[in-house]
């Protein structure tokens, strides 16, 4: 996780996230940010989730709150790094936090994909991809952030069949990343549904989904806009947790989170000046797949 010390909405990428709400009169969000992110690794910790807490006092980089776009980690040793359209989210790419995960872990291979940037390709790590491990599937809403050509590149490295589909939001706007869409857990999967375009992919994502015996929770157009789908499973001291946003939590139904409550116990982390900037708690975090040195 990064803590941001000076946060902003980044007007850079406002064309196409239409989760982003502007900050342009209502002052300095920073220190609110910052104890946002303070709370949320806190509660994490208390979960007995191991956070490793970088500080971002860039000014020029206003999505450093968002890490899990410029990198991933994965099983067997690799760390994947990706091209990213906006420039000022190139900025957030710290070889600091690369050389923490090498001394603290067992990384086989750094594998960057940064250099498509020059030809305009661009797939924003696991913001970009809803990554299936059980079922080897990459789940990818097609966008101007998510080519098909790095989507492919990085699937046939890292061993994942790519899924691309269309999904749009009620107002007919492309949705700009598949994390805001989709979550894929050990036991069930929560996807807006009603945003994929084409019945006959939407049909197939579903068959895929519970072919592996997950539970699907198809999730309305209102409940994605409050950022339901924007969570991640981890897991803590005592078992499998959901991380949401309490703006999430309070958006699902009784039913359903009784059916995530039978897998994993949700831990709403309250960041509403964060998820401003258009991302939510599953943005928020970059997750670790990698095998802890002795």
């Not at 519970?210 to 789908?229: C, P, S």
Request: hydrophobic share 40%; net charge negative; charged share 20%.
């Amino acid at each position: 996780m990064v803590r941001p010390h000076h946060f902003t909405v980044n007007d850079e990428t406002a064309a196409d996230n239409h989760f982003q709400v502007s900050t342009n009169s209502v002052g300095d969000l920073s220190p609110l940010a910052y104890a946002e992110i303070t709370r949320a690794a806190g509660l994490l910790k208390e979960q007995g989730i191991t956070v490793h807490l970088f500080e971002s006092e860039d000014n020029d980089a206003p999505d450093a709150v968002f890490p899990n776009n410029w990198f991933s980690t994965h099983a067997g040793g690799y760390v994947a790094i990706y091209p990213m359209k906006a420039s000022s989210r190139r900025r957030e790419r710290r070889s600091d936090v690369i050389s923490m995960l090498k001394s603290r872990y067992r990384v086989q291979q750094v594998i960057d994909y940064s250099g498509l940037e020059s030809d305009k390709l661009f797939l924003e790590g696991t913001g970009s991809m809803v990554l299936d491990h059980i079922d080897r599937v990459a789940y990818a809403v097609r966008s101007v952030r998510t080519d098909p050509i790095a989507l492919e590149r990085f699937c046939t490295q890292f061993s994942f069949e790519p899924m691309v589909f269309a999904a749009k939001d009620p107002r007919g706007f492309d949705i700009y990343h598949t994390n805001v869409l989709m979550c894929v857990a050990t036991d069930f999967a929560m996807i807006g549904l009603e945003m994929i375009t084409d019945s006959g992919i939407r049909r197939e994502i579903v068959r895929r989904l519970e072919r592996t015996g997950r539970q699907v929770i198809g999730l309305t157009n209102a409940q994605i806009e409050k950022f339901a789908g924007n969570a991640i499973e981890l897991l803590g001291g005592n078992g499998r947790i959901l991380a949401l946003s309490m703006t999430a939590l309070l958006a699902l139904t009784t039913d359903q989170i009784d059916i995530i409550s039978a897998s994993a116990r949700p831990v709403p982390l309250a960041i509403p000046t964060v998820e401003r900037a258009g991302g939510s708690v599953r943005c928020t975090i970059a997750g670790i797949h990698l095998t802890p040195r002795a």
